[in-house]
């Protein structure tokens, strides 16, 4: 699957976000080592502390199916260009990133920029 293609993913499912309080759709779309794909939007509560990352949700649905390496993550916001993760998913993400490193796949305003997780986030916890 393409760069491209991770993103076009993204952005259809952030049209499924559920924000009735921030009104910030974002969309996600994971490839895993095994070259399978999954996708995740952001949902709120009305208790904030609630509401997980569209980020979150991917990692999540692809670990319900088994899979806990991840080579690639497209993220997307229709509210603003360059959606980078947020702390807490970066953390998430750092747990689960190949050997090589996991791309980091954002939209900015001249065509997709690509970044390294290990770039933006140098020093997860790791216990």
Same mark, same amino acid.
């Given at each position: 699957?393409?760069?491209?293609?991770?993103?076009?993913?993204?952005?259809?499912? +952030?049209?499924?976000?559920?924000?009735?309080? +921030?009104?910030?759709?974002?969309?996600?779309?994971?490839?895993?080592?095994?070259?399978?794909?999954?996708?995740?939007?952001?949902?709120?509560? +009305?208790?904030?502390?609630?509401?997980?990352?569209?980020?979150?949700?991917?990692?999540? +649905?692809?670990?319900?199916?088994?899979?806990?390496?991840?080579?690639?993550?497209?993220?997307?916001?229709?509210?603003?260009?360059?959606?980078?993760?947020?702390?807490?998913?970066?953390?998430?993400?750092?747990?689960?990133?190949?050997?090589?490193?996991?791309?980091?796949?954002?939209?900015?305003?001249?065509?997709?920029?690509?970044?390294?997780?290990?770039?933006?986030?140098?020093?997860?916890?790791?216990?």
């Amino acid at each position: 699957m393409t760069n491209e293609e991770l993103m076009e993913k993204a952005k259809e499912v +952030s049209k499924n976000a559920y924000v009735q309080y +921030s009104n910030f759709p974002v969309g996600a779309c994971i490839l895993t080592e095994n070259g399978k794909v999954y996708a995740g939007c952001n949902f709120e509560n +009305s208790s904030y502390g609630l509401t997980i990352c569209a980020e979150r949700n991917a990692v999540g +649905s692809a670990i319900a199916d088994g899979e806990k390496v991840f080579k690639a993550i497209a993220i997307f916001s229709p509210k603003m260009h360059n959606c980078f993760p947020c702390g807490a998913c970066r953390q998430v993400l750092s747990e689960f990133q190949a050997q090589e490193g996991l791309d980091i796949i954002l939209e900015g305003e001249n065509g997709l920029n690509i970044f390294k997780l290990n770039d933006i986030f140098p020093e997860g916890f790791k216990l």
